[in-house]
C-alpha cells in the first residue's frame, strides 16, 4: 500500500541521548517535511526538503537535524534530546514543492523526553 | 506575524449541521486547505479553496473570501465518525502552509 511509513511509533527517551526518526514514503514525492504538533498548538514545520539533495529549516529547527539522500527517506535526528522536545512528530510528504500540492501525512511518532 | 484562528471546541448532534470558521492573516496567499485529524491519528486532506466561493465535496463544503481572510467549513448530516478535529491551513507567499491549531468537534448522539 503507497504511503509514509514512520518509526518507531512511539518512544520514550533519556535527556541528553541521541535518537533518530525515520521516515520513508513510497509515492516518489519530490518535497518532504518533518513537523511537530504539541496540545493547542498548530503544526509547526521543523525541517522540509524540497528534493533529494536539499534541506531548509523551518518555524523550529532548533536541536534537530535532518538529511536526504535519497527521494524516498528523510531522517529526522535530535543530537542531544531535552524534555521540551516532547511531542508527536509527524512526516509528511507532496509530490513538489510549493503550488497546490496537498501533503500527505505519515502516521507520527509520539516521543517523550525525560 | 502569521495568524490563524479558528474555535478551540464545538458541539453537534448527529444528524445536524455545523459551520467551523477560520480566520487568517498571512504575508501572502496560495490557498487555504481543511484536514482532519481523528484523535491519535495523522491529518488527512478534505479541502482545498484558492478562489473565492464554495466548494461542495459531499457532506462537506468549504467556503472562502480572500479579501475578508475567512473560510468555514460546512459538514451537514453530522455522523459519529465525525468527530475529529479540523484544522484550517494557509500557503502563505513563499508556499510555505501556516496551520492553525484545529477546532475540536464532538458529535453527541
Known amino acids: 500500500i503507497a504511503g509514509i511509513t514512520q518509526a518507531p511509533t512511539s518512544q520514550i527517551l533519556a535527556a541528553g541521548r541521541r535518537m533518530t526518526l525515520r521516515c520513508t514514503q513510497d509515492m516518489r514525492h519530490n518535497a518532504m517535511y518533518w513537523y511537530r504538533q504539541d496540545l493547542g498548538l498548530g503544526l509547526r514545520l521543523i525541517h522540509y526538503?524540497?528534493?533529494?539533495?536539499?534541506?531548509g529549516k523551518g518555524e523550529v529547527p532548533d536541536g534537530y537535524s535532518v538529511s536526504r539522500a535519497n527521494t524516498d527517506d528523510f531522517p529526522l535526528t535530535l543530537a542531544s534530546a531535552v524534555p521540551s522536545q516532547t511531542s508527536v512528530y509527524f512526516c509528511a510528504s507532496s509530490e513538489v514543492a510549493g503550488g497546490l500540492e496537498t501533503q500527505y501525512f505519515g502516521p507520527g511518532t509520539r516521543l517523550l523526553v525525560l | 506575524g502569521q495568524n490563524i484562528d479558528q474555535p478551540t471546541e464545538m458541539t453537534a448532534t448527529e444528524g445536524a449541521i455545523v459551520q467551523i470558521n477560520c480566520t487568517y492573516q498571512?504575508?501572502?496567499?496560495?490557498?487555504l486547505f481543511w484536514y482532519q485529524q481523528h484523535a491519535g491519528e495523522a491529518p488527512t486532506f478534505l479541502s482545498y479553496?484558492?478562489l473565492d466561493g464554495l466548494e461542495e465535496k459531499g457532506r462537506f463544503s468549504s467556503f472562502l473570501s480572500r479579501s475578508k481572510g475567512y473560510s468555514y467549513l460546512l459538514l451537514k448530516e453530522l455522523q459519529m465518525k465525525d468527530s475529529a478535529s479540523y484544522i484550517c491551513a494557509v500557503k502563505d507567499s513563499n508556499y510555505q502552509l501556516i496551520w492553525g491549531a484545529g477546532t475540536k468537534l464532538i458529535i453527541k448522539p
Open positions: 526538503s524540497n528534493t533529494a539533495g536539499t534541506t
Open positions: 498571512t504575508s501572502g496567499f496560495n490557498g
Open positions: 479553496n484558492v
